[in-house]
């Protein structure tokens, strides 16, 4: 187990972990058309990838040597009738054949499956302590984004925890994030959610994020749907493990893009 976390968490204690695990209910989304394409450049800079085992199978390089979190929890489509309604898609004996240095599994608090996704997540750590592999919860919020705020997101971190959750990926909120670390007992990563219109909002929020202790980010959209992926996901690289302030980050982004535009 402490093996398989400091893989993913490095020895500064911080952690970016880039998923492209969003087609597994969201289908082909834009610029993960071709996900082995989108990560190329980008693995160079990411501490792990988080991914579903079709396209860890089909897209990613065998000899790839990137730490993997396998998405195991699945079985739902934006189009069909509720995002909550989520099983375990991937056996733990999966996880070990693909070399994974850890699963994760969404929970959705609050919605109709939430007895569900909770067991869900209870049954996977059961299995999975068995062999040392940690498991990141994913607090979810499905299509109702307004749930990102501190008193949600709190208590969603603290009930994943409290059922075995490793590390505890979750949304930033302006108001309040601090509340969020602080009743959880371990380790927590931020998303980043929709693609936002401007990089320094991105930079400002994992900047604070970390202030308030968070170890670091899980974050998709806002570096590999941007123009300059590359760029984004340096910038990001120098807050979380250099800390650098958003200022820095983006003079270091502007740098990275090679034009002032
Ligand atoms: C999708 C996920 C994503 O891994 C998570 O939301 C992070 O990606 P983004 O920063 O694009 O929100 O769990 O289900």
Same mark, same amino acid.
């Given at each position: 187990?402490?093996?398989?976390?400091? @893989?993913?968490? @490095?020895?500064? /204690? =911080?952690?970016?972990?880039?998923?492209?695990?969003?087609?597994?209910?969201?289908?082909?989304?834009? =610029?993960?058309? =071709?996900?082995? %394409?989108?990560?190329k450049p980008l693995l160079p800079y990411a501490d792990a990838i988080m991914l579903t085992r079709g396209i860890l199978r089909s897209c990613v390089d065998p000899?790839?040597?990137?730490?993997?979190?396998? =998405? #195991?929890?699945?079985?739902?489509?934006?189009?069909?009738?509720?995002?909550?309604?989520?099983?375990?898609?991937?056996?733990?004996? %999966?996880?070990?054949?693909?070399?994974?240095s850890a699963v994760s599994l969404s929970i959705f608090v609050g919605s109709k499956y939430e007895h569900d996704t909770l067991l869900n997540l209870a049954r996977l750590v059961d299995e999975c302590e068995d062999y040392g592999i940690p498991v990141m919860a994913v607090?979810?919020?499905?299509?109702?984004?307004?749930?990102?705020? &501190?008193?949600?997101? &709190?208590? &969603?971190?603290?009930?994943a925890?409290?059922?075995?959750?490793?590390? #505890?990926?979750?949304?930033?909120?302006? %108001?309040?994030?601090?509340?969020?670390?602080?009743?959880?007992?371990?380790?927590?990563?931020?998303?980043?959610?929709p693609k936002v219109d401007s990089e320094m909002e991105v930079f %400002?929020? #994992?900047?604070?994020?970390? @202030?308030? /202790? &968070?170890? /670091?980010?899980?974050?998709?959209?806002?570096?590999? @749907?941007h123009d300059h992926p590359v760029a984004m996901i340096k910038a990001l690289r120098a807050i979380i493990h250099e800390n650098a302030t958003p200022k820095e980050a983006h003079e270091l982004f502007i740098e990275a893009r090679g034009s002032r535009k």
């Open positions: 187990m402490k093996n398989r976390l400091a @893989q993913l968490i @490095q020895r500064d /204690g =911080r952690a970016l972990f880039l998923p492209i695990d969003h087609g597994y209910f969201q289908g082909p989304t834009r =610029r993960l058309e =071709r996900p082995g %394409e989108t990560i000899e790839n040597t990137k730490p993997i979190i396998l =998405r #195991v929890s699945g079985g739902t489509s934006v189009v069909g009738e509720d995002l909550s309604h989520e099983g375990i898609a991937t056996s733990v004996k %999966e996880a070990i054949r693909l070399n994974a607090t979810a919020v499905g299509k109702e984004l307004e749930k990102r705020e &501190a008193r949600y997101l &709190a208590l &969603a971190c603290r009930i925890a409290e059922l075995g959750a490793r590390v #505890v990926k979750t949304y930033y909120c302006k %108001e309040g994030f601090e509340k969020v670390v602080e009743g959880c007992p371990v380790p927590i990563v931020m998303a980043g959610g %400002e929020f #994992v900047h604070d994020g970390i @202030q308030k /202790g &968070a170890i /670091g980010v899980n974050l998709g959209r806002n570096i590999w @749907q």
